[in-house]
């Protein structure tokens, strides 16, 4: 069973940066696609960003385009989500997903980890 672990999270003022991270165990993180969601209190999870397992397909929720980078290194096992111009209302528990296949809909992912919190304080 693999593990995701988001880390990178915090408190910010808005207009502020944060780079998220999510490390995965086991040895074949390079064969998954990568996505992040986030769920803001008393609504429901959504899509922020994906990337194909060579970088070759990203994809953005419409909201962060332009503001968030997601990026991966597989010799590390790790994802990246790069936040810029963070505002209020990115305020949420982001958390990093897996994959068979690149995709912005959650139903697509099997793998989860346990979240993150971001915080942009006005």
């Known amino acids: 069973q693999v593990q995701l672990v988001e880390s990178g999270g915090g408190l910010v003022q808005a207009g502020g940066s944060l780079r998220l991270s999510c490390a995965a165990s086991?040895?074949?993180?390079?064969?998954?696609?990568m996505g992040w969601f986030r769920q803001a209190p008393g609504k429901e999870r959504e899509f922020v960003a994906a990337?194909?397992?060579?970088?070759?397909?990203?994809y953005y929720a419409d909201s962060m385009k332009g503001r968030f980078t997601i990026s991966r290194d597989n010799a590390k096992n790790t994802v990246y989500l790069q936040m810029n111009s963070l505002k209020p209302e990115d305020t949420a528990v982001y958390y990093c997903?897996?994959?068979?296949?690149?995709?912005?809909?959650?139903?697509?992912?099997?793998?989860w980890g346990q979240g993150t919190q971001v915080t942009v304080s006005s």
């Open positions: 997903a897996r994959a068979r296949v690149v995709s912005t809909k959650e139903a697509t992912y099997d793998d």
């Open positions: 990337i194909s397992r060579n970088a070759g397909s990203i």
């Open positions: 086991g040895r074949t993180f390079s064969s998954y696609a």
